[in-house]
């Protein structure tokens, strides 16, 4: 079983890549060169899209990522959220795959929501340090996997639909077997011959 890695700290082409997602590239490059300690904010849509869950059921979605899935792409934190970046599109056919889902029903009840973040969103980005920046910065911004490459494996819908549906399972339980019927008498036939 495989655990996140532990990179924290965006590296040269990792910052090349968020730089891209922002309509002026050279202006964020420049200043995060001038201020690696800044949040920044960029749109979604074009390079990334977000999915943003509660920190604790986010951490179990990244667990499932890594310990049973491909990984995942960046993830990050964020005022008490866990923001995994997806690839453009995930925004839009997340939702539709979760109401398949039946999230919002009885029985997925302690499910906490997924927001998503496609064309038209923006989502602050933690700043490039690691844990010691990250930790002073509003809300707390810091990266659990940080941009590495300037082309990252991004997880689709249907990966973060499946890491949703596993680390909720496993957090209420969910069984595929109706409840037992309380009323039903049941009966010892071992000891019968």
């Known amino acids: ?17 968020l730089a891209s ?22 749109p979604c849509g074009t390079v990334f899209d977000v999915v943003s ?6 951490r179990r979605m ?14 990050a934190v964020f005022r ?7 690839a453009p599109g995930t925004a839009q056919r997340l939702p539709s795959l979760l109401g398949w889902e039946e999230w919002g029903s009885q ?3 302690e499910v906490p929501p997924l927001l998503c973040h496609g064309t038209g969103d923006a989502v602050t980005v933690p700043p490039l340090a690691g844990d010691d ?17 300037r082309h990252p494996w991004l997880p689709g819908p249907e990966v973060m639909l499946w890491a949703a549906v596993r680390a909720a399972r496993a957090a209420v339980r969910i069984s595929i077997f109706p409840p037992a019927d309380q009323d039903a008498k049941v009966y010892d036939v071992s000891r019968r011959r």
Do not use: I, K, Y
Request: net charge neutral.
């Open 1 to 17: 079983m495989s655990s996140a890695p532990n990179v924290t700290c965006a590296s040269s082409d990792g910052v090349a890549w």
């Open 21 to 42: 997602a922002g309509t002026h590239p050279r202006s964020t490059l420049a200043l995060w060169r001038e201020r690696p300690d800044a949040p920044v904010v960029l």
């Open 53 to 58: 869950a509660p920190a604790v059921f986010g």
């Open 62 to 75: 990244l667990d499932r990522l890594w310990g049973e899935g491909a990984g995942s792409g960046p993830v």
């Open 80 to 86: 008490g959220r866990t923001l995994f970046f997806a």
């Open 107 to 109: 029985r997925a009840q």
């Open 133 to 149: 920046a990250g930790a002073d910065s509003p809300g707390g911004a810091r990266w659990l996997v940080a941009p590495d490459t």
